[in-house]
């Protein structure tokens, strides 16, 4: 299957990235004249479906070869279109090739000492850029890896300082740096983003990856707190999403027996400085 599908998409120039994963030009940047030569579009054929990270375009892989294939075969068509399930397009924990280096403070270099600047201004300091591994990749994107609790990198948080916007890679519904999760500890907290929980600096923080609650409860997040006793839950938020967070409260609190606190991460930061 994968030799048919590099034939029929080779003017995309696909290559083998792993077992079962193709990366190749997207037709859609192509089209839109964005990043010719990039490759930014990964096949996963486990699951039967494809994301372009440069565009969002995404989908099943049948759809793919329909409509960008070279060669069509309508064998290679039905069994791409056997179990490929959109839903899983989320959850695809492809990571994309990326040359990270890690953030050492160089003085003669502005975009360097930009990045430093705005970690800064989260309350990031030089010490936790190391503890936690804060990187960047060749645009200068700040890069934060996450990482299981085998010390392998599950998950990459990208975060271009220059438009604000930022990028998850990785699966959705698991937690961010798990490996600094201690199921002794009996308080957990949320927070919206990695950059969020490195500004707190302590164990058992969940990255919510974005301001609503992403948090179903048929999610394996979930089902693994539930299965923990909290004695206190402690949501953190940017002041402008207070009705957002306690929204996420009343959530929980219909799961939850803990006690449940909804907290400004501004002014927390604030303390974690004092301390
Ligand atoms: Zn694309």
């Avoid at 994963?21 to 010719?36: D, E, T």
């Avoid at 299981?148 to 438009?163: P, Q, R, S, T, V």
């Amino acid at each position: 299957m994968i030799n048919e599908l590099l034939i029929s998409f080779k003017s995309y120039k696909p290559e083998v990235l792993y077992e079962n994963n193709i990366i190749m030009k997207c037709p859609k940047c192509l089209s839109n004249g964005y990043k010719k030569d990039k490759k930014k579009l990964v096949i996963n054929l486990n699951k039967k479906v494809f994301h372009c990270w440069v565009c969002d375009f995404s989908g099943k892989v049948s759809f793919l070869y329909k409509t960008y294939g070279f060669i069509f075969n309508e064998e290679i068509y039905k069994k791409l279109k056997q179990n490929g399930n959109l839903s899983d397009v989320q959850k695809t924990s492809v990571l994309p090739k990326i040359y990270l280096s890690p953030l050492i403070m160089d003085i003669n270099n502005e975009k360097i000492t930009e990045i430093f600047r705005y970690l800064e201004s989260k309350k990031i300091t030089y010490d936790k850029v190391l503890k936690y591994n804060i990187s960047f990749d060749y645009k200068y994107n700040i890069v934060v890896p996450s990482f299981n609790n085998e010390m392998k990198i599950d998950g990459l948080y990208i975060k271009d300082i220059a438009n604000g916007r930022s990028k998850f890679f990785g699966n959705f519904d698991s937690i961010f740096n798990s490996y600094n999760f201690d199921t002794s500890n009996k308080t957990i907290i949320f927070v919206e983003s990695p950059l969020d929980a490195i500004t707190l600096d302590t164990v058992n923080t969940i990255v919510l990856h974005g301001v609503k609650n992403n948090i179903k409860i048929d999610s394996d997040i979930f089902k693994f707190l539930y299965s923990l006793n909290f004695d206190k839950i402690i949501i953190k938020y940017d002041e402008d999403v207070e009705r957002v967070a306690n929204e996420f409260k009343m959530f929980l609190l219909k799961y939850f027996r803990s006690e449940i606190i909804v907290e400004s991460l501004e002014n927390e930061s604030i303390l974690c400085n004092m301390r």
